[in-house]
């Protein structure tokens, strides 16, 4: 069983910073790519950004310049600096990840459970 668990979410006021992390927890061999999305209330759940386990990243047009994703292979840990935040950056973000499991050998999606992040003054 795999666990991706999000964190610091939290209220901001517009130009402020908030810093996600995501960590993977259970029976891991290794993790693929990794990726952020949202969901705002009345859309579709959109991606944020991602990146490979070499460290490629690609971003959104709409938080590129604002949000840079990390990661850390050893902790199995992500993360999402945001800065500049705007209000139309409210949304519940999501961590997913794509885990390779062994015996038998296979890759599977896996999703938390959300962070809202409210930008608003």
């Known amino acids: 069983q795999v666990q991706l668990v999000e964190s610091g979410g939290g209220l901001v006021q517009p130009g402020g910073s908030l810093r996600l992390s995501c960590a993977a927890s259970g029976s891991i061999f290794s993790i693929n790519a990794m990726r952020w999305y949202r969901q705002a209330p009345g859309k579709e759940r959109e991606l944020v950004a991602s990146?490979?386990?070499?460290?490629?990243?690609n971003y959104a047009d709409s938080v590129k310049g604002r949000f840079t994703i990390s990661r850390d292979n050893a902790k199995k840990a992500m993360y999402l600096q945001m800065n500049s935040l705007k209000p139309e950056d409210t949304a519940v973000y999501y961590c997913?990840?794509?885990?390779?499991?062994?015996?038998?050998?296979?890759?599977?999606?896996?999703w938390g459970q959300g962070t809202q992040v409210t930008v608003s003054s």
């Open positions: 997913n990840a794509d885990i390779t499991h062994l015996y038998p050998t296979r890759v599977r999606s896996y």
């Open positions: 990146i490979t386990t070499s460290g490629v990243t």
